[in-house]
């Protein structure tokens, strides 16, 4: 399980829990197997001479808090965060007001002073940071200490309750799942969705496949656009099959034994998870041991990759999902199979315009 601390992972909201992989040492991996045109960073974002600790003294002096964005060509969801969420007017407004970004590419090799100092590079900050998705957003204090992490895309709604969230410095005084509980977003499905991989029991103490725990909740759109653009599709579907999966309600009573054993509810093993964003889907190997989790609004491609990634044990072998994606991707093309199955892009294609 991840070492504990503040979490706001959309909504994945979070700061320093660790995953358990190591980024691999190497060439920039390019993901040309999704069909996402390039995009450039906004022109806002500060003009950095990458010493980070210096930046984060002129966010301090000016009453702001720093932000790193770290970031990948080729990355569609870095673009649809770019240009969906950042231009969102009160969006914009508040990373003006509140906020200096600076830009990292995970795979860089420019020269970095960390907020500690010391000389590195841009790939070795976002190995340090372990970093396994793009964009990752982590913002941080005066002091150089992360306040809260954004792992993936979140949605303009859920990017607003994070800014808020820190500009205010409610985390002083509130975890971000007590925040998160006392500003859940409304939506119009008052009930959660159903699959027929779904499991009814909740005991994940007593199988031998890989388990997959799929924490959502009542009101969520980002939930309701998961199951109907993703969780649907045949493809996604088959692969759930070696997976325990079992769906909890992050914020219920419902009574939960976990993948070590402990008897306790959705809603405490959420908050020891710190899940803070739904949905958010939890894979573990056959034992109690977390391998990776989904924090963010994935489609079907990465999502058939991430199961796949468990399920087939290949993180043994590949301890960076980004790069086991370069990798899968190149086997689709030399196999021809590209676009040969229905894909998000088939039945929400809104989600691309």
């Not at 702001?64 to 080729?74: A, G, I, M, Y």
């Not at 795979?107 to 907020?115: F, Q």
């Not at 119009?188 to 994940?204: E, W």
């Amino acid at each position: 399980m991840p070492t504990k601390m503040t979490r706001f992972c959309f909504i994945a909201l979070t700061c320093l829990i660790p995953f358990t992989m190591k980024a691999a040492e190497g060439p920039e991996p390019v993901q040309q197997v999704t069909t996402f045109d390039t995009f450039e960073l906004p022109e806002w974002f500060k003009i950095s001479f990458l010493d980070l600790s210096e930046d984060n003294l002129e966010a301090t002096e000016s009453n702001k808090h720093l932000v790193v964005f770290f970031w990948q060509d080729f990355c569609g969801y870095c673009k649809e965060t770019i240009e969906k969420n950042l231009t969102q007017r009160s969006i914009r407004k508040m990373f003006d007001e509140y906020f200096d970004v600076v830009a990292l590419n995970i795979w860089g090799s420019k020269e970095v002073l960390g907020l500690d100092g010391e000389a590195t590079t841009e790939k070795d900050i976002a190995r340090a940071l372990e970093v396994q998705f793009t964009p990752t957003i982590i913002f941080f204090d005066s002091n150089g200490k992360p306040v809260l992490r954004l792992n993936g895309y979140v949605s303009p709604a859920e990017m607003e309750v994070a800014l808020t969230y820190v500009h205010t410095e409610t985390y002083h005084s509130q975890t971000i799942f007590e925040y998160l509980a006392a500003n859940k977003t409304q939506s119009a499905n008052m009930s959660l969705n159903s699959q027929p991989f779904i499991k009814v029991d909740a005991n994940l103490d007593a199988v031998s496949q890989p388990k997959a725990i799929l924490f959502e909740q009542t009101s969520c759109p980002d939930c309701d656009l998961f199951h109907r653009c993703v969780l649907s599709l045949e493809a996604v579907r088959d692969r759930f099959k070696p997976f325990h999966t079992v769906q909890l309600d992050m914020w219920s009573k419902t009574p939960v034994i976990t993948p070590s054993g402990d008897i306790t509810t959705a809603r405490d093993y959420a908050q020891e998870l710190e899940i803070i964003y739904t949905p958010s889907l939890v894979l573990f190997d056959t034992g109690d041991h977390e391998i990776i989790r989904i924090e963010s609004q994935l489609r079907s491609f990465h999502t058939e990759a991430v199961l796949e990634y468990v399920a087939q044990g290949l993180y043994k072998r590949e301890s960076n999902f980004q790069r086991y994606i370069e990798e899968r991707g190149d086997i689709i093309r030399s196999n021809g199979e590209l676009n040969r199955t229905i894909s998000t892009r088939d039945i929400c294609p809104e989600l691309y315009e």
